[in-house]
């Protein structure tokens, strides 16, 4: 029986990540008055008995896995983004903070997944294309995450998983077997790639732009002696190979529940670090942002660090700081139209 669904609690809903976990607490509570159930037993015909049995055939017997993707069948729960297309489900984009609540509140009744988790328990599921990645954009979803750590990042089910996941007992084995061999994979990310360059062609990637150009010029001019260890300028592996080889040489060693910079930078002589945010929508050094890169910091025996939010121009600074006015105290601004100086941050309180 399908769930009856509040338009109020919807029209309400909003996609910063304070709100979002009380949105869905309140979804639950209101389901429950009218079903015995927060989700159904079965979403686009599928229980998660099935989802647990098929994955379990991909050694993938992990009980985040099984309920990201039992999330992500949700046809019936119209989006949780304020701006979604006309008639879009929580199956047609989700994000990862979507999917955290959905799992922990919806489907467990309890708090939700830290959204850092995806590599554990949305990556493996993209690394074979069960799950593709998605971008609400202009009113729609595009595919790929052509904006790194958009706000409007997202994933849905890849069709021809959905369908194996419908097959009938006696048909299992065999779908699953030829959705699985190497080739299909392959042709799957070729696919992937393909329409994800062509919506990244759409799509201003002014993020990872700025990332660069504080790279190339801010850190010579202004941070000398100190070199890049991470970059953070996409939505594929967080950390790549090379990376944590220059991470571990450094004696750095992230954690889940630690914060992940735009940029980290080290000198080898101070032993020292910096960060650098790079901001075109949101994401400025704040003081919770210090406060997590601390955390890092003392636990890895450094001797400081240093903080600074790009961005593109100086509209886009006083525009976010008219309205937020979140940047740290001894923190530094530099922009991108006007490199030649960097502002610190101070405050008489």
């Known amino acids: 029986m399908p769930l009856s669904y509040d338009a109020t609690w919807l029209i309400a809903l909003t996609s910063g990540a304070e709100m979002l976990h009380n949105d869905v607490e309140s ?3 209101q389901r429950l008055t009218t079903s015995t159930a927060a989700v159904p037993a079965k979403l686009q015909g599928i229980s998660k008995k ?11 017997d992990n009980a985040d896995i099984i309920d990201s993707v039992f999330a992500l069948l949700d046809n019936e729960t119209p989006s949780w983004f304020p701006k979604a297309p006309e008639g879009a489900k929580f199956s047609d984009g989700a994000t990862t903070a979507h999917i955290g609540c959905h799992i922990g509140i919806l489907q467990r009744g309890n708090g939700k997944l830290d959204r850092e988790g995806r590599d554990y328990w949305i990556k493996p599921l993209t690394d074979v294309g069960a799950v593709e990645q998605v971008t609400l954009y202009s009113g729609a979803f595009v595919a790929g995450h052509p904006v790194a750590k958009s706000g409007n990042s997202a994933y849905r089910l890849n069709e021809d998983f959905v369908a194996v996941l419908k097959s009938s007992d006696n048909e299992l084995d065999a779908a699953l077997t030829k959705w699985a061999s190497r080739g299909a994979i392959r042709q799957r990310h070729e696919y992937q790639a393909k329409v994800a360059a062509e919506a990244k062609s759409l799509i201003d990637s002014g993020h990872s732009d700025l990332i660069q150009a504080a790279i190339k010029h801010y850190v010579p001019k202004f941070l000398p002696g100190f070199e890049v260890l991470f970059v953070d300028d996409g939505d594929g592996d967080r950390i790549s190979k090379e990376q944590k080889t220059r991470l571990k040489n450094a004696g750095i060693e992230f954690k889940l529940s630690d914060a992940m910079p735009d940029v980290l930078l080290w000198n080898p002589k101070t032993d020292k670090l910096w960060v650098l945010e790079a ?25 400081g660090v240093g903080f600074t939010t790009a961005y593109q121009n100086w509209k886009g600074c ?18 991108q139209s006007d490199p030649s100086k960097q502002m610190l941050v ?3 309180v």
């Open 346 to 348: 101070e405050s008489f």
């Open 50 to 60: 099935r989802v647990t049995a098929v994955l379990k055939k991909l050694s993938w």
């Open 27 to 29: 979804l639950r509570k």
């Open 318 to 335: 006083a525009s976010r700081q008219e309205k937020n006015r979140n940047l740290a105290v001894n923190t530094y601004i530099w922009i």
């Open 279 to 303: 901001v075109t929508s949101d994401g400025e050094v704040d003081n919770h942002k210090v406060d997590q890169v601390m955390k890092l910091v003392e636990r890895s025996g450094k001797k």
